[in-house]
């Protein structure tokens, strides 16, 4: 009967929010130590201009690997570092590898300058001495600000609006480029666009992925790029996974992209190899 049914789809219901509660703090648990336990990772993605069709820099993206649970994608724990606090050292760990990193390449690798990316938690941005954490780790690494992008979603900018125009000067005056990732997910305003420095917009790759089939698609990355142009802004496309999407980006003018079709965040390694290998030849073929 609608009764039983009714209490059986209740407690399955019951069932699932304990089974996801206790991954999560089983999660939390294990996230504690992972720093300590050298369990974090930091890969690396190329991004492509796609006039010079050579790289400009690369974006760090965090990779976890703990002995008991396995590989856990940053999707699955950065919310639950984010409920717990612990995405301030997480955050500040993967700031001092990256910057780390990329004074090493700047310095022996790179035949020209490269900028490397990385993301910051709206929490994080949003406390008050974010600037000088940043600083403090440039002044650690030795990297040249003009090296680093900060990317942050528009969720960072809701309620905080002047605390965020004085933490985004700040980083300008230092030399640090902001880049809104996820442009177009979220729900803010584009209020912001007109009162905040900041240097970039990466549409989410939702609108990306089948902007050469969808009509609708199209339509709003082309709109996105205008405005950003408009407002002197770059656009990266994230998420390109074929060469005709490249191509309608192209057509649409935008400046950057990035995506499997050129290469899948790889570990240092990698990185270096797949970095030798492309001297001399286009990352685009
Ligand atoms: P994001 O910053 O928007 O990063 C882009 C995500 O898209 C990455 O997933 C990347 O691996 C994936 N991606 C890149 N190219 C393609 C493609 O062609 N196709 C598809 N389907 N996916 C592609 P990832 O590494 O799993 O990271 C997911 C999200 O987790 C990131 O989204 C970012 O919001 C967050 N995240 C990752 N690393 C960090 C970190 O160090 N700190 C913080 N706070 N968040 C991080
Ligand atoms: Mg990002
Ligand atoms: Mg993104
Ligand atoms: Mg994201």
Redesign the pocket.
Known sequence: TAKTYGRSTYKIYEEEICQSQEKALLIEYHLRKAIDQHEFEL?F?PKIDLITKEMNGM?????WNNEEIGSI???TF?PIAEETGL?LK??RW?LEKACEQNKKWNDTQFSKPMKVS????PL?FRTPNFQHVVQQVLEQTGLDPNLLEI?I?ENSFINQTEECIECLNELRKMGITVAI??FGKGYSSLNYLRKFPIHAL?ID?TFI?EVSRNMDDIAIVKAITLLAHELNLKVVA????TKEVINVLEEIGCDEI????VS??LPKNEFENLIKQKTNQSFLI
């Open positions: 890969y993605q974006e760090a993206l965090l990779r994608p940053p999707d950065i995405i997480i955050d993967v990385v993301n910051i938690s994080h990317e979603t990732d996820d990466k790759r992925h994230e998420g390109i996974e990035q995506g499997f079709y899948k965040p």
